[in-house]
């Protein structure tokens, strides 16, 4: 049974880093890539970067000088981390199982509040 | 960045009736080497997380009611669901996963009338 979940402070102050974990289970990180995808409160999706199951990753354009995202394949975990948040980065934030049939599989998602 | 615009914003219907969500992208999502649309169809209701119905235009995700029917080529898709059911009332969106970064259209939400 293929499962994702996220987890990670809810709270952070504006300009520190957020931290995100997704562990996974019901399939393996060497054969399935991982994406992150957050969520404003009442807007649309937003895709953030990937982890291929290779170890490459892709990240949105508009993120990349911000954001890295890693892996631990023993862990079974996918790891993100952004800098200099600001308040327009609270939402809801997933991690999503990537294959031919895109975000197939989604983590419950973890809320993130950008505030002092 | 593909844009993807969808249409309408709100769409307020009946039990029973058929609905049409449109989905344009600023450019073609059509493979020329495997001849497939990278656009993939989402609901999503309040507090879950999205789940996929539709991808590559018109293959129905595994356990999706044949209602929900996606079609379309190139830049124009369209998501119908055919005789609406309570449960189907949500926000709908549509992704482009033809190129980075992927890209969704803004929404739209199914309410009952």
């Known amino acids: 049974q293929v499962q994702l979940k996220e987890s990670g402070p809810g709270l952070v102050q504006p300009s520190e880093t957020l931290s995100l974990t997704c562990t996974v289970s019901?399939?393996?990180?060497?054969?399935?890539?991982v994406s992150w995808v957050r969520q404003p409160s009442g807007k649309g999706p937003e895709w953030m970067g990937r982890?291929?199951?290779?170890?490459?990753?892709a990240y949105n354009s508009a993120l990349k000088s911000r954001l890295s995202i890693s892996r631990d394949t023993s862990k079974n975990q996918v790891f993100l981390k952004m800098n200099s948040l600001q308040t327009d980065d609270t939402g809801t934030y997933y991690c999503?199982?990537?294959?031919?049939?895109?975000?197939?599989?989604w983590g419950q998602g973890t809320l993130v509040t950008v505030s002092s | 960045d593909i844009v993807m615009t969808q249409s309408p914003f709100s769409l307020a219907v009946s039990e029973g009736e058929m609905v049409t969500i449109n989905c344009k992208s600023s450019?073609?999502?059509?493979?020329?080497?495997?001849?497939?649309?990278?656009l993939a169809w989402y609901q999503q209701k309040p507090g879950q997380s999205p789940k996929l119905l539709i991808y590559?235009?018109?293959t129905r995700q595994s356990g999706v009611p044949d209602r929900f029917i996606g079609s379309g080529s190139g830049t124009d898709f369209t998501l119908t669901i055919s005789d609406v059911q309570a449960e189907d009332l949500a926000d709908y969106y549509c992704?482009?996963?033809?190129?980075?970064?992927?890209?969704f259209g803004a929404g739209t939400k199914l309410e009952l009338k």
């Open positions: 999503t199982r990537d294959s031919y049939n895109p975000f197939a599989y």
């Open positions: 019901g399939f393996s990180l060497t054969s399935y890539s």
């Open positions: 982890m291929w199951y290779d170890g490459d990753t």
């Open positions: 450019q073609s999502l059509l493979s020329s080497g495997n001849q497939k649309n990278y």
């Open positions: 590559y235009a018109s």
């Open positions: 992704l482009q996963h033809y190129s980075y970064p992927y890209t």
